[in-house]
């Protein structure tokens, strides 16, 4: 089903957005909301829990890539992922905005 490949870019490139912030912050030793934290997503986690989260949502996103068929040459598939990783992006500045905004 050509369908689930799309699906599967789109959320390769959610995902691998989501690894970013928490890889950066955590190899920069800076605490960071996780799903582990309390409140989740809200109270904040340590620098290791951030880059060990950030290492599952690139291994998860990589996996997706590859059940997708991810190729750099495909448009379509490029675009999927792409659409995926902005959307992600976008999200994510919204809420975290939220969060420094208390």
């Given at each position: 089903?050509?369908?689930?490949?799309?699906?599967?870019?789109?959320?390769?490139?959610?995902?691998?957005?989501?690894?970013?912030?928490?890889?950066?912050?955590?190899?920069?030793?800076?605490?960071?909301?996780?799903?582990?934290?309390?409140?989740p997503g809200k109270g904040l986690s340590s620098p290791t829990v951030n880059v060990?989260?950030?290492?599952?949502?690139?291994?998860?996103?990589?996996?997706?890539?590859?059940?997708?068929?991810?190729?750099?040459?495909?448009?379509?598939?490029?675009?999927?992922?792409?659409?995926?990783?902005?959307?992600?992006?976008?999200?994510?500045?919204?809420?975290?905005?939220?969060?420094?905004?208390?």
């Amino acid at each position: 089903m050509p369908w689930l490949r799309d699906v599967a870019c789109f959320f390769a490139g959610a995902f691998l957005a989501n690894a970013a912030p928490h890889f950066i912050y955590g190899v920069c030793g800076d605490a960071f909301p996780t799903p582990f934290a309390k409140p989740p997503g809200k109270g904040l986690s340590s620098p290791t829990v951030n880059v060990v989260w950030a290492l599952f949502n690139f291994a998860v996103g990589y996996g997706l890539l590859v059940a997708g068929r991810f190729s750099r040459h495909d448009s379509a598939t490029l675009g999927i992922c792409f659409a995926g990783f902005a959307t992600m992006s976008i999200l994510s500045s919204i809420g975290f905005a939220k969060k420094h905004a208390q």
